[in-house]
């Protein structure tokens, strides 16, 4: 029969796992390659999202770029504009103070004549520039602009905002050699409106004159605006990136297809006039994307979709902004994944391979291992047939043994627990004899001895029932009075607390609990038996405090004893088999022991020990302190 099942096992292990490893590595091969592929198609989703991004964060940080550069240009314009009207009046101050040296015999107005003669006809920025010089009393000497003006007062002249302009520049070149000045007033191209103006004017004392020049600033900042939109003309971007400009009435000023510089966006056509509203829109708010399709004033045959940053420059009304084609990106990006998924077949490759060898390998040596297993379990059989008759003699040994063993522990059990109510009957009937001898006896004290005598052999009767019952499974709980079966297991020790002039303090309280009362009146037993047992002689004053009351989710019985406690060395055992302090004769070491198998195991429930110090009638005491923990959800209403 052996060798049928042996040789069963072997066809099996020769079948069924190669077809196991096989299958597992189908399964496995399978697993792999298909997150391989899930990862691949994340991958490539997370590639467009961080092209995508890129490109964003590229044409973002292109137009700042752009944008810090027109700021650094514009810096400080009024500034610029100063020291270039500084420098041009020192020129002309230079030659006026030349020829005044130069010709020391000539009359004031043949020296103011020469002068007029050499800066009349001097311009600069642009043709935009010129000199003026007026006399301390407001007298125009030279104004080349509007030279029959020359030789009338301007001291009456106000700009837009009530000025006296003339008067505004004598009284500031009082108390000094030169000033600044700024005003406004209308330029020669547009007489409808006043734009602002700064001068510088500069004290001619061998005169009582001044001599000056201003420039409007927004004459000044076109210049600027000038020299901006050529450098960035010269940029080179690849297809698509190019920087545009549109100033907010709609005009182009910057982009790369020549043939729409200058136009107005009125002119284009109803798609592309509304996707420049929309860039101009965005420029008003401050920044940001747009995204649009268009072929691009005729730079494309088809249509293309670009996405662009927009950013506003209001100081000057610009709309700055760049981009990047859509159709190009989606062209680099299917490069990018054509390129991972060549990279994701051959991986898969591999893994099938790999998977495949090892599949072989371990399956070849899975062949070799049930063929050695074949010859090992032949070898083995007959050995095992020798000693099956051995091993039969053996196990009938051991089985004597093993009952004799559970045999004398249950008596040695039963023995320990007839040992106290016994020595309690013996107590009783001794008191009844020594009473008789001295005459003192009475049938009150026959009562009381019967009645601990009949309670005690009761117990005894009960003990071998309880024992068997401890190790039955089919108990039956029934409903009892917790305070009641604590009372009976201090009726069976009464003569052996009397005895030891022990007083019991004992706060009742009733609790009605469905478990196994014999179970628990046993650990009670158990538990005020080691108490009794621990009091010394010498000891004036024994108390035995019991408390039962309700905690949590717990009916929780305390009894706790005055005989000095438990050594530190030793309180973490005491509820270890066989574990004793006591003379062999005294105990076994077994009731702590049960007790706790009890509460733990038949019901439910949680046994400690702690030493604990207390008062008592103004009194301190330490003791061992027994606390047992029951589920309330068995207490009966």
Known sequence: MFKRNITRVLKLLSIFPPLLIVLLSVIITSFVVYNNQLDFERESLQLKREYLKDKRLDIYNKINEIEEYIKYEYKDTEEKLKSSLKSRVNEAYTIIDGIIVNNPKLSKKEKVKLIKDALRGVRFNNGRGYYYIFSMKGDCVLLPIQSKLEGKSFLDVKDKRGKYITRSIINSLKDGKEEFMHWWWYKPSDINKQYKKISFNKYIPALDMYVGTGDYIEDFEFVIKQKVLDYLGTLKYDIGSYVFILDYDGNIILHPNKSILNKNIKSFNQNDKYNLKEIIAIAKLGEGYISYESNFFGLHEAKMIKTSFIKG??????????????????????????????????????????????????????????????????????????????????DKLLFHQSKMASLGEMLQNIAHQWRQPLSIVSTAASG????KDYGILDDKSIDESVDTIMKSTTYLSKTIDDFRDFFKSDKKEEVFNISKAVKDSLDILNVKIMSNNIELIFEENDYKYLGFKNELIQVFMNILTNAIDAFDEKDDKKYIFINIYTKDDFVVISIQDSAGGIALNIIDRVFEPYFTTKHQAQGTGIGLYMSEEIVSKHLAGQISVENSEYEYDNEKYVGAKFIIKLPIKNLEN
């Open 313 to 394: 420059l209001d100081r000057w009304n610009w709309a700055i902004g760049t981009g990047f084609y859509k159709n190009s990106l989606n062209e680099q990006i299917t490069n990018k994944q054509k390129i991972l998924e060549q990279q994701n077949t051959n991986f898969i490759l591999k893994i099938i391979v790999i998977s495949f060898i090892v599949t072989v390998i371990l399956v070849l040596i899975l062949y070799f291992n049930v063929k050695f297993l074949k010859e090992t379990f032949e070898r083995i059989n007959k050995k095992i047939k020798k000693e099956i008759k051995l091993n039969n003699e053996k």
């Open 432 to 435: 009844i004899k020594i009473k």
